[in-house]
């Protein structure tokens, strides 16, 4: 049976092969809040599922794929056996609110990627694992916990910093929904995160 991290990365790539060959159907799935505005709500969930080129797209399933497997039988339990997939789709919505509500009326406004899910599926992962091994661009050895600070800070210095296609703000508060909707589903997992923290292992 196909886990469901494997078949979010399908639909997400079919999805994204789809809209870059119709740019029609590419900019109906993207993240535009005039188009919000006037009722196309969907769009929250929708700009998940598209990316702007073929690295966008690999960087965030490569790192789905290796963490949403880690992670996926946390959620497993709930909602009838779909609780992982609730919990990345709406990790998208959420990661996306903070963008929306301050690009209200900006026309020249847009976001797209699976950055925000991708964000709350690694984040709940170092919960559960703060010291393994987290390898930056599939090279670089770094410990889950000491990635995640400094994604953290770098996030908040470039978001304030501006001047870049990147959406920092999606990418700290789906990270920040991944923590908080893993410690409310399984409150056991704060306690253990506590414990890893103070006695590290390499």
Do not use: C
Request: proline content about 5%; hydrophobic content about 55%.
């Amino acid at each position: 049976m196909l886990n469901h991290t494997t078949l979010i990365i399908i639909i997400t790539v079919i999805v994204s092969l789809l809209a870059w060959q119709n740019k029609a159907l590419f900019n109906r799935l993207i993240f535009y809040p005039p188009a919000v505005s006037s009722g196309q709500w969907d769009r929250f969930v929708t700009h998940g599922f598209i990316h702007a080129d073929s690295m966008h797209l690999l960087f965030n399933m490569f790192t789905l794929y290796f963490f949403g497997r880690a992670i996926e039988g946390i959620y497993q339990p709930f909602l009838a056996g779909y609780g992982f997939l609730v919990f990345y789709v709406l990790a998208i919505v959420v990661a996306m609110i903070p963008s929306y509500l301050k690009n209200k009326g900006n026309a020249s406004y847009l976001s797209l990627g699976a950055s925000g899910g991708v964000s709350a599926v690694l984040f709940a992962f170092i919960l559960l694992a703060p010291w393994d091994m987290i390898y930056l661009f599939a090279i670089v050895p770094i410990p889950a916990i000491l990635f995640a600070v400094a994604y953290v800070a770098y996030s908040i210095y470039a978001n304030k910093r501006g001047g870049s296609n990147i959406n920092h703000m999606a990418h700290l508060w789906g990270g920040a929904f991944g923590v908080i909707a893993t410690i409310a589903l399984q409150p056991q997992i704060l306690p253990h995160f506590i414990n890893a923290l103070l006695s590290p292992s390499f």
